[in-house]
């Protein structure tokens, strides 16, 4: 089993920025591709940003150019730099990871966009 624990999540002025950081444990290795994924009240979870074991990363359009993700194997950590913030980035962002059947996930950490 792994664990997943995302933190770094608030409050936030349109046009700030935050990172985000999710922290793995139990059977986690550098192996896993990690990725974020988000939800906002009433809308689906939608996939946000990936990064595989070569640390190739790849981000959904609407988010190219303003999100970078990025990951720390010796730390077991996946972070998530947000910035240029918009009140649409507002949700729960979740983080994953996944590798052939095995697929966990982390419970959420707020996102809050508003002036």
């Known amino acids: 089993q792994v664990q997943l624990a995302e933190s770094g999540g608030g409050l936030v002025q349109p046009g700030g920025s935050l990172r985000l950081s999710c922290s793995a444990s139990?059977?986690?290795?550098?192996?896993?591709?990690m990725r974020w994924f988000r939800q906002a009240p009433g809308n689906q979870r939608e996939w946000v940003a990936g990064i595989n074991s070569e640390y190739s990363p790849n981000y959904a359009d609407s988010v190219k150019g303003r999100f970078t993700i990025s990951r720390d194997n010796a730390k077991s950590t996946v972070y998530l730099q947000m910035n240029n913030l918009k009140v649409e980035d507002t949700a729960v962002y979740y983080c994953?990871?996944?590798?052939?059947?095995?697929?966990?996930w982390g419970k959420g950490t707020l996102v809050t966009v508003s002036s």
């Open positions: 139990g059977t986690y290795s550098s192996t896993y591709n």
């Open positions: 994953n990871a996944l590798r052939g059947v095995a697929d966990y």
